[in-house]
């Protein structure tokens, strides 16, 4: 079921409807850089629009997944997830 949350980006309200376990992997991510969760779905919105790709929602997903795959070349600062005490990989 997808769980739907209100931002403000650039000065507009948006809304992404996502996995709760996307949301989860992305609150990880900007904990593990020192964001709040409105900024780092700003700066995946700011590359997505660089990049002229699709839907946001779309864009935090693949955000999501490169960073727990580590790769090097995914969104700038994706960094890999490790699971939490008690979760498996």
Do not use: C
């Amino acid at each position: 079921m997808l769980r739907k949350r209100s931002f403000t980006i650039a000065r507009h309200r948006t809304s992404v409807a996502l996995e709760p376990e996307f949301w989860a992997a992305l609150e990880r991510i900007a904990a593990a850089r020192g964001l709040s969760l409105a900024r780092l779905i700003a700066e995946v919105d700011v590359e997505r629009a660089r990049e002229k790709r699709g839907l946001l929602a779309s864009a935090l997903r693949v955000y999501a997944l490169a960073a727990a795959a580590g790769q090097k070349n995914g969104p700038r600062g994706a960094k890999p997830l490790r699971p939490k005490s008690g979760e498996n990989a």
